[in-house]
């Protein structure tokens, strides 16, 4: 039976296929802007991705899952700015983070990861192609922008009331788009390349319309079109991006390549909210897994506690969940050692792939891999999976090794790892590397270089405490 899912754009349950002559299943999540650390609300949403590709693959299919990073906007390059580093150096090094973050979370590495900054000449190519097509406008100054009444079924996946006045009045970080952007024939309009201006400092590229920086939403067109071709499979991501920023995605590709039909399956996961509350730095709960981890919680605790709630529901997320979820963790490793222990299984057998892929069996976890694949219900297969882990019922030897392989093939399925030992935390190269040259300048008396050096680390969130035969890096 195939994994089914919600999709947004026809507001059904559908099932997940492969399309007829191919071998992969194509899906293209919206990721991060590298700016700061990611946040809770952001992994939930990378959380759920990762189980769903994880889920199709245990059931059999080979999925092609490209994550891009997002390098280049008002964000980026104001940190940068303010850090006094190049957009470069300061997007790496948060970069970096947000993969130790991912590693720690045991969130799967896309197979690709392409970032926009990597990718202005493709951007420019379909800006171009809008253009050619009538679906975009040069303005004055050179910016370009998408003729929203060109596309005459824009806002299908939100169903937009078309006699409703939209605009698209703020950009990537939810702030009032630019001012300057009167030169828009129409307040739908959204900018596709905008002209060079002092704040981006050394921040522009060149293109047919004179120097300048692609807008947000062209990357992901410009992307997915490069890694999956001008349909695909699924295309993911939190349900704030529904709109204006998938919409606009859709009719960027569908406009430049003239092809309908650019995501088969939308899957957006629902608001993550902590203590009943919105989450904003000003309210105090927003927590990166730092905070976590400070507070005394491994990863995969953030993990379970991040994935247990239905992704259509709002997450609420709160310090008792997690709680919940050690707890929750220590019954299921406790249970599991006994199984292990019936069935002659050791704990590193038990975690070796061979135990998920060469067996068909699911011994009682059948009912708990049933409920996963009927729209993803993660809650309801942890209470199929504690309805088996609470039975009192003696088995075999034989019938626990098929629990066994079932209960392995569901925790991989949901990126569940037992019995980790605790881990120091990983610095990341780019902080490694600012350390050991601030520490040569240091010894060089180069006082200044290697004041800047330090500024750089504090901008990328870490601090470095000197001795007098060494340092040390530590989250600031
Ligand atoms: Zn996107």
């Known amino acids: 039976m195939p994994v089914f899912l919600h999709d947004t754009m026809s507001r059904e349950v559908r099932p997940l296929l492969l399309k007829p002559g191919r071998s992969t299943f194509g899906m293209y999540c919206c990721g991060p802007t590298v700016y700061g650390p990611a946040h809770i609300g952001n992994?939930?949403?990378?959380?759920?991705?990762?189980?769903?590709?994880?889920?199709?693959?245990?059931?059999?299919?080979?999925?092609k899952h490209v994550r891009n990073?997002?390098?280049?906007?008002?964000?980026?390059?104001?940190?940068?700015?303010?850090?006094?580093?190049?957009?470069?150096?300061?997007?790496?090094?948060?970069?970096?983070?947000?993969h130790a973050d991912c590693a720690?979370?045991?969130?799967?590495?896309?197979?690709?990861?392409?970032?926009?900054?990597?990718?202005?000449?493709?951007?420019?190519?379909?800006?171009?192609?809008?253009?050619?097509?009538?679906?975009?406008?040069?303005?004055?100054?050179?910016?370009?922008?998408?003729?929203?009444?060109?596309?005459?079924?824009?806002?299908?996946?939100?169903?937009?009331?078309?006699?409703?006045?939209?605009?698209?009045?703020?950009?990537?970080?939810?702030?009032?788009?630019?001012?300057?952007?009167?030169?828009?024939?129409?307040?739908?309009?959204?900018?596709?390349?905008?002209?060079?201006?002092?704040?981006?400092?050394?921040?522009?590229?060149?293109?047919?319309?004179?120097?300048?920086?692609?807008?947000?939403?062209?990357?992901?067109?410009?992307?997915?079109?490069?890694?999956?071709?001008?349909?695909?499979?699924?295309?993911?991501?939190?349900?704030?991006?529904?709109?204006?920023?998938?919409?606009?995605?859709?009719?960027?590709t569908e406009c430049a390549t003239g092809v309908k039909g650019f995501a088969a399956h939308w899957f957006h996961s629902a608001h993550l909210l902590v203590d009943g509350d919105k989450m904003s730095k000003s309210?105090?709960?927003?927590?990166?897994?730092?905070?976590?981890?400070?507070?005394?919680?491994?990863?995969?605790?953030?993990?379970?506690?991040l994935i247990s709630g239905h992704y259509r529901t709002s997450l609420n997320f709160t310090l008792h969940g997690v709680e919940n979820a050690r707890s929750a963790l220590g019954k299921l490793e406790r249970w599991t050692d006994r199984l292990l222990e019936v069935a002659g299984f050791t704990r590193a057998e038990f975690a070796a792939p061979a135990v998920q892929e060469t067996q068909t069996a699911w011994g009682r976890f059948a009912p708990a891999w049933a409920i996963l694949q009927e729209d993803l219900n993660i809650p309801g297969c942890l209470g199929q999976v504690f309805t088996v882990v609470g039975e009192q019922v003696e088995v075999t030897p034989a019938q626990a090794r098929q629990d066994v392989v079932g209960l392995a093939k569901i925790l991989h399925a949901l990126g569940l790892t037992l019995f980790v030992v605790k881990a120091a935390v990983a610095i990341p190269p780019a902080v490694a590397d600012l350390g050991a040259r601030r520490w040569a300048a240091k010894q060089a008396k180069d006082f200044a270089t290697a004041d800047q050096l330090r500024k750089e680390?504090?901008?990328l969130g870490w601090a470095m405490l000197d001795r007098k035969d060494g340092y040390d890096l530590k989250p600031a």
């Open 43 to 63: 992994f939930r949403t990378f959380l759920l991705q990762d189980v769903l590709r994880r889920t199709l693959e245990v059931d059999g299919l080979t999925v």
């Open 104 to 252: 720690a979370l045991g969130l799967l590495v896309p197979q690709v990861e392409p970032s926009a900054v990597a990718h202005i000449p493709q951007q420019v190519a379909m800006i171009k192609s809008l253009v050619d097509r009538g679906h975009a406008y040069v303005a004055k100054d050179g910016s370009v922008y998408f003729k929203v009444c060109s596309c005459a079924d824009y806002g299908k996946l939100s169903r937009l009331d078309r006699t409703q006045s939209r605009t698209q009045a703020t950009n990537s970080a939810g702030e009032a788009n630019d001012a300057d952007e009167y030169d828009r024939e129409s307040a739908a309009d959204f900018a596709l390349w905008k002209s060079h201006k002092p704040e981006d400092g050394d921040n522009h590229w060149p293109s047919p319309w004179g120097e300048g920086r692609p807008g947000w939403h062209i990357e992901c067109s410009a992307m997915s079109l490069q890694h999956l071709g001008a349909t695909f499979d699924l295309h993911g991501g939190g349900v704030d991006l529904c709109f204006p920023h998938h919409e606009n995605e859709i009719a960027q």
């Open 457 to 459: 680390l504090t901008a």
């Open 283 to 305: 309210k105090g709960n927003l927590y990166t897994l730092d905070d976590l981890v400070a507070k005394g919680f491994t990863p995969m605790e953030v993990r379970y506690a």
């Open 69 to 98: 990073l997002t390098d280049v906007d008002d964000k980026t390059i104001r940190g940068a700015m303010a850090a006094k580093m190049t957009l470069t150096a300061f997007t790496r090094g948060w970069t970096d983070k947000f």
